[in-house]
């Protein structure tokens, strides 16, 4: 299926159907009621022009086609009534690239809430997700809820921390600067992009960044629909090395994504990235002190003074490693700090990713000639086990196994999903699981070493 099903009608006038552009209007003042505090008649602007902004056309997530609505047209003005968006990603998984669909932009209107509507959204959503070729959902989102649609946890992105602006070293007489920032513009993206890939093979999943990311961010409030009071709500700087003489030009050694609205008087930095040569602790007293020049010359109007800056990046981070504990103090967010997966089929997800699948047992000491069998089962008969055939040390099959079947490895529904993506080896499943069993100690580490645990860093996009 390459386009969109078409309108469903649910009953009671409501009809569920994909946006065009001229639902941006409708869209956009139901995220204002839905997103607005309960009760409340005033409608939440920054989520309104938040949407709006990702249906006018130039969004580097979606087309002003992925919104998943539903419209009461038993009503005279006909309003969407509840939502849900789709983003399109690309997943590395260790290095292979696999599309991905998130669900980003969930919302029911409070008087039409508890009646399955998000229910039958996300189900419409899903479906044309797997039909438009995404191996896998992702999303963060309200803790529990996506469970019942199949989602686990298989990635944290770790705490945030802040730097609070009084514990940044002043700049000591006689001394330079080592590093300075500038905006970015649209001839730096390339080096930006492979700055910010700098640290992709070095882990296990990846999120790459959406083509016209960084373009979208430098130019995008230049569109004509564009809302200058609440769009351009982050700006790019590069990072330059500053040569000890003077007059010659930086090389750019980084760069930092800076929220433009600031929370009171916190500022946020959404990604970094510096070349691999460079030893981040060398830049980091100049860096702050930019970043908080920079922030402090764009402060809007009305906005209390920078008190810290709070960093929303992973916490396996180079840059973050290199924060110095006097520089960091834990922060409350707003942001959720786990990524829920979901695999509608695992085995053709398994069979795309085989050549990770074997690039990982070449590496390892004891399995690199193995010879054997991984059965998973999952206890319901209703969800399918997958079937893995190693043949000296290479993936030969991964098949369905065949119901009934119990396998060498049984996992409750999901839960293999955070060994799938590494957020938790089988080891520390089971003190929390028993009733993950496993045959062997040379199968559990056969399952260690297909799917090791703890080595990854994805970056979190949003706009
Ligand atoms: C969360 C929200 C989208 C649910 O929408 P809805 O149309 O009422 O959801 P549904 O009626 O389809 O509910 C589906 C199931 O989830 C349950 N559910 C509803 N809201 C829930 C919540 N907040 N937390 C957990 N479960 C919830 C329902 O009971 C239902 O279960 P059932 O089928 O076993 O009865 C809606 O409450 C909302 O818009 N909230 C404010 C915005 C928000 O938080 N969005 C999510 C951002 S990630």
Redesign the pocket.
């Known amino acids: 299926m390459d386009t969109q099903p078409t309108s469903q009608y649910l009953g009671d006038g409501l009809v569920m159907r994909w946006s065009t552009p001229a639902d941006a209007p409708n869209i956009s003042r139901c995220a204002g009621r839905?997103?607005n505090n309960s009760n409340s008649p005033t409608l939440n602007e920054v989520a309104m022009a938040r949407t709006a902004r990702l249906l006018r056309g130039d969004s580097p997530f979606m087309s002003p086609n992925d919104f998943a609505i539903i419209i009461d047209a038993s009503q005279e003005d006909q309003p969407v009534v509840?939502f849900a968006g789709l983003w399109k990603h690309t997943i590395r998984y260790d290095g292979i690239a696999c599309p991905v669909g998130r669900l980003e932009?969930?919302?029911?209107?409070e008087a039409?809430?508890?009646?399955?509507?998000?229910?039958?959204l996300?189900e419409f959503v899903h479906a044309w997700s797997a039909a438009r070729g995404d191996l896998v959902q992702i999303?963060?989102?309200?803790p529990?809820?996506y469970r019942?649609f199949g989602y686990e946890y298989g990635y944290d992105r770790g705490d945030i921390v802040s730097t609070l602006i009084n514990a940044i070293p002043k700049l000591k007489d006689g001394d330079l600067e080592t590093c300075f920032l500038r905006e970015a513009n649209l001839a730096d993206v390339p080096t930006l992009i492979d700055l910010f890939n700098t640290d992709r093979n070095n882990s296990s999943l990846w999120l790459d960044m959406p083509s016209g990311f960084l373009e979208y961010l430098i130019v995008g409030h230049q569109h004509s629909r564009a809302d200058l009071r609440l769009d351009h709500t982050h700006r790019v700087y590069v990072v330059m090395d500053l040569p000890l003489w003077r007059n010659a030009e930086g090389r750019i050694v980084g760069f930092v994504v800076a929220s433009n609205q600031r929370q009171g008087g916190v500022l946020e930095i959404t990604h970094v990235g510096f070349s691999e040569d460079l030893y981040i602790p060398d830049v980091i007293p100049s860096l702050l002190r930019a970043i908080h020049a920079a922030a402090t010359s764009t402060a809007v109007q009305g906005n209390p003074g920078l008190t810290a800056i709070q960093w929303i990046i992973p916490a396996s981070s180079r840059f973050r490693a290199a924060l110095p504990p006097s520089l960091t103090v834990p922060s409350t967010t707003e942001h959720c700090n786990h990524t829920y997966f979901r695999v509608p089929d695992l085995v053709r997800f398994l069979c795309s990713v085989v050549p990770a699948l074997d690039a990982r047992l070449a590496r390892s000491r004891v399995y690199k000639s193995y010879t054997g069998k991984l059965a998973i089962s999952f206890y319901d008969r209703h969800v399918p086990g997958v079937f893995i055939a190693v043949d000296r040390g290479r993936v030969v099959a991964v098949e369905e196994l065949a119901r009934g079947l119990e396998g060498n490895a049984r996992f409750p529904p999901l839960t293999f999903l955070q060994v799938l993506f590494g957020r938790r080896s089988v080891g520390e499943l089971k003190h929390v699981f028993p009733d993950i069993e496993v045959a062997s100690p040379e199968v559990e580490g056969l399952i260690g070493e297909l799917f090791p645990s703890g080595r990854s860093e994805m970056a979190t996009f949003f706009t």
């Open positions: 839905v997103y509840a932009y969930v919302g029911t209107l039409y809430r508890n009646h399955g509507l998000s229910r039958k996300i999303l963060t989102g309200i529990w809820f019942q």
